[in-house]
């Protein structure tokens, strides 16, 4: 990053900041050496130890980048949290936490109290509705998920109770697109906190604090890290929101491995290429089934069929790797058919790595204000890496065998 600093005011695409952010002199070099190496390496601390007194009572726990307890990081989780913060030009900070679901936790945690009422997407990530109706009922917040395709019409469900409304854009199972600015738009006018969950797009992609939402949350474990060993969370905010976030995030004691943070930033530094390759080869796939006679429906928010699709095209900057479609007919037991006999697509939960994945979900079961109406088994896949032909070459093969499963 040393070289950033230049007379030219243009601002780095978003892609070189992605190679550059984080890469500071002090974190990768010894202080009065002239050399430095590339990333920054991996700096295991609990205890800090001071010259003296004076040096260890100077600035406080709060103090940026300063070296003062395990717990508050050293400079490998801050060169991760910086990197993911310089992703989105608005973001003030960014705490990490050791998962996606422990920074939608800790960023709830931050900006609900008793009494408040949240504003929930209705195609939200499991977990995160496992929270809304556990912990934070317990702790006296009232969740009311809303119609994820509502956009300006959320005005109704605002009252003067309402602390905060969360997104999530597309669902990650059912790929309905927010209307991101008209959802902000209402909030803002109201005094009302917007929470993206922005995994599928990550920053690069979408820029929620860019379109006005105040707190954006990925979850490093799927894109950023990219590679299917590291579970990680990050916690972006604007000025207003920063400190709150990153003080509660202390207070619950969160804070990431040093190892894990290093593998993130690995991954990071590959995520433009990885997101433009496998989301091509995921738009290839899905045109393709899109013309199957074993599939009803392609639920792709790049496709025009897709709920919320113009909403993708104004707001999003491509596609990534991860889109569901609706088997034509059978049930449960054809559709693990299906999926046992793909040779080339692993078979768990999790996604965003570089290795193609399928899925057998059910979003019928994760809803209260709408009613899913699909007509097949659904399947979700990850794609990855791999050339798209031989995946629908792999596709191909196991529909046959899905076909003789229905007839026999
Ligand atoms: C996986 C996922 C999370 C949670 O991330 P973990 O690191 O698994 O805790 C949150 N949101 C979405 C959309 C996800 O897919």
Redesign the pocket.
């Known amino acids: 990053m040393s070289k950033q600093g230049s007379d030219d005011e243009r601002p780095l695409k978003p892609a070189t900041r992605l190679v550059q952010a984080g890469r500071r002199a002090e974190w990768t070099g010894m202080p009065g050496d002239a050399g430095t190496i590339v990333n920054p390496p991996v700096w295991r601390a609990s205890t800090i130890l001071y010259e003296d007194v004076a040096h260890l009572r100077a600035g406080n726990m709060h103090t940026p980048h300063k070296l003062y307890y395990g717990r508050r990081g050293a400079p490998t989780s801050w060169a991760l949290a910086e990197a993911i913060t310089q992703m989105e030009p608005e973001a003030a900070g960014t705490m990490l936490f050791p998962?996606?679901?422990?920074?939608?936790a800790g960023a709830m945690l931050a900006v609900l109290k008793p009494g408040d009422e949240l504003l929930m997407v209705d195609s939200?990530?499991g977990?995160?509705r496992t929270l809304c109706d556990g912990l934070l009922r317990d702790f006296g917040v009232t969740t009311r998920y809303y119609d994820p395709l509502i956009g300006a019409d959320i005005a109704a469900l605002c009252t003067d109770k309402t602390r905060a409304i969360f997104l999530?854009s597309p669902?990650?199972l059912t790929f309905e697109v927010q209307d991101v600015p008209a959802i902000v738009a209402v909030a803002k006018a109201r005094g009302i906190i917007t929470l993206l969950?922005n995994?599928?797009a990550t920053p690069l992609l979408l820029p929620g604090l860019g379109l006005g939402v105040d707190v954006s949350?990925?979850?490093?474990?799927?894109y950023i890290c990219g590679h299917s060993d590291v579970?990680?969370?990050a916690v972006s905010a604007n000025a207003a929101l920063w400190t709150r976030i990153t003080r509660r995030g202390h207070m619950l004691g969160q804070m990431v491995s040093p190892d894990d943070a290093w593998l993130t930033l690995r991954g990071l530094r590959t995520l433009a290429i990885r997101l433009k390759e496998q989301g091509a080869n995921a738009l290839t796939v899905a045109r393709w089934l899109e013309t199957r006679p074993e599939v009803t429906a392609v639920l792709h928010p790049a496709l025009p069929s897709c709920p919320g699709h113009d909403a993708f095209v104004r707001d999003f900057r491509g596609a990534t790797g991860?889109f569901s479609f609706e088997l034509a007919g059978g049930g449960e037991a054809e559709r693990a058919v299906f999926i046992d006999a793909l040779a080339l697509f692993g078979i768990g939960?999790?996604?965003?790595g570089y290795e193609s994945l399928a899925l057998p979900v059910d979003p019928a079961d994760l809803r209260s204000a709408t009613r899913w109406s699909g007509r097949g088994p659904l399947v979700r896949v990850n794609i990855g890496l791999e050339d798209p032909e031989d995946l629908i070459a792999d596709l191909d093969r196991a529909f046959a065998i899905w076909q003789k499963s229905r007839t026999t």
């Open positions: 998962s996606g679901v422990a920074a939608i939200a990530y977990p995160t999530e669902g990650s969950d995994t599928w949350i990925v979850a490093c474990t799927k579970m990680m969370g991860l939960y999790s996604w965003g």
